[in-house]
C-alpha cells in the first residue's frame, strides 16, 4: 500500500527565517508530485508539480521554491519566509495525473510571526 | 486556466437532512473530483465524476458536462459528515494545473 509522509507536522517560524518542509511516498515508483497551499479560510492553490526527478513546474509565485532530489521524495523551501507564507501546505500524489487519482499528505500548519 | 465556483458557500442542517453541493467550471472538465477536508484540515477523495451520474454510499453525484456543472448530494447525513466538501478539476485530461474551488463548509446539527 502506498503512504505519504509529511514532515514536520507544524512550525512556528519568523519573518525572514529560512523553511524546509518535506514530503515522502512510499509504495509507488515514479509518481505525479504536487505542493498545495491553503491560507486560514481560504482556496486550495497548486503551487508546484512534479512528473520526474529533478524536474518541478511552477504554478503560483508565492517566493517558494521546490525540488525534487529523489523520485519518492517532493521538497517545498525558501530562504525567507514572509507574513503572507503562513498556513497550511500539503503535498499530494497521484498515479497518472489530473485530479482523479490525488491522494494527500496529512499536511504542515505554517505559522509565520 | 480552469475556474471552479462552489455554491453555497456554508451550508447548517439537521442530522438526517440531505444536502445538496454544487459545483460550477468554467471550461469543459474532463476529471471532476469531490473532495472532503476535515476540520483538522485533512483532504480525501470521494468520488470522481467527470459526467453522468455516481453513487458511493450516501453520496451521489451527478455531472452535465455541456452546462459545466457537477452536483453532490449527501443522503441522511450525519454529524460526522461535517466538514468542507470540495470539487477540483484539471483544464483537461492529465493537465497537471489542478484548479479546486473555494469549498462548501457543511455544518451537520445533531
Known amino acids: 500500500a502506498q503512504t505519504i509522509h509529511q514532515w514536520p507536522v507544524a512550525e512556528i517560524k519568523a519573518v525572514g527565517s529560512p523553511l524546509s518542509l518535506g514530503c515522502t511516498i512510499k509504495?509507488?515508483?515514479?509518481?505525479?508530485l504536487y505542493w498545495y497551499w491553503q491560507a486560514t479560510g481560504g482556496t486550495l492553490q497548486q503551487l508546484f508539480y512534479?512528473?520526474?526527478?529533478?524536474?518541478v513546474e511552477s504554478v503560483v509565485q508565492l517566493n517558494l521554491s521546490a525540488s525534487r532530489p529523489k523520485d519518492d521524495q517532493f521538497i517545498l523551501s525558501t530562504e525567507k519566509l514572509l507574513l503572507s507564507h503562513s498556513g497550511f501546505y500539503l503535498c499530494?500524489?497521484?498515479?497518472?495525473?489530473?485530479?482523479?487519482?490525488?491522494?494527500f499528505g496529512s499536511g504542515t500548519r505554517l505559522t509565520v510571526l | 486556466g480552469q475556474q471552479v465556483q462552489q455554491s453555497p458557500s456554508s451550508l447548517v442542517l439537521q442530522e438526517g437532512e440531505n444536502a445538496e453541493l454544487q459545483c460550477n467550471f468554467s471550461?469543459?472538465?474532463?476529471?471532476l473530483q469531490w473532495f472532503y477536508q476535515s476540520p483538522g484540515g485533512s483532504l480525501v477523495s470521494l468520488l470522481s465524476?467527470?459526467?453522468g451520474t455516481k453513487h458511493t454510499g450516501r453520496l451521489t453525484s451527478t455531472t452535465v458536462t455541456k452546462e459545466r456543472r457537477s452536483s453532490l448530494h449527501i443522503s441522511s447525513s450525519q454529524t460526522t459528515d461535517s466538514g468542507t466538501y470540495l470539487c477540483?478539476?484539471?483544464?483537461?485530461?492529465?493537465?497537471?494545473?489542478?484548479?479546486f474551488g473555494a469549498g462548501t463548509k457543511l455544518t451537520i446539527k445533531p
Open positions: 499530494a500524489w497521484s498515479l497518472w495525473g489530473g485530479a482523479e487519482t490525488l491522494y
Open positions: 509504495g509507488k515508483s515514479s509518481p505525479n
Open positions: 512534479s512528473i520526474t526527478v529533478g524536474q
Open positions: 471550461s469543459t472538465a474532463t476529471q
Open positions: 465524476n467527470p459526467s
Open positions: 477540483a478539476s484539471p483544464a483537461n485530461y492529465g493537465n497537471e494545473k489542478i484548479t
